[in-house]
């Protein structure tokens, strides 16, 4: 999935994007209100970064994964792996994704330059592929 179809779908469904100074995360994404928002830091500077920044906060919006930070019983990771998940789905499919081994791109690296992520996104859906 492109860039601008993330894009798309934020517009589509009024979900607001910004950017704003977040170093320490990358990217946040807020349901308030009813309203739902994504903050990507300022300091992104690959286009790479940007896609899974954006595809992972899109996640969390998507499937209304979000975690509060006060309650001992939220588990966050349950809602990071549904982010993830829906960010990989979209940004790598799984027929590209076999396409892509079959045609001799074996590596994290090159996998991650071919699909435009970051190599440690590229980790996880290999991992996410393995055990699909």
Request: hydrophobic fraction near 35%; glycine fraction near 4%.
């Amino acid at each position: 999935m492109e860039t601008t179809k993330l894009y798309d779908i934020a517009e589509r469904h009024n979900i607001t994007v910004d950017r704003f100074g977040l170093p320490k995360c990358g990217s946040v994404s807020v349901w308030h209100n009813n309203r739902l928002f994504i903050a990507l830091d300022s300091g992104i500077n690959t286009r790479a970064e940007e896609r899974v920044c954006l595809a992972h906060e899109l996640g969390h919006c998507e499937t209304l994964s979000f975690y509060n930070i006060y309650s001992p019983a939220d588990i966050r990771a349950k809602h990071e792996n549904h982010a993830n998940r829906w960010a990989i789905q979209r940004l790598i499919p799984e027929n590209k994704y076999r396409r892509a081994l079959r045609n001799g791109y074996t590596d994290i690296h090159s996998l991650a330059e071919y699909f435009d992520v970051t190599d440690e996104f590229m980790t996880k859906a290999v991992e996410y592929y393995k055990n699909t």
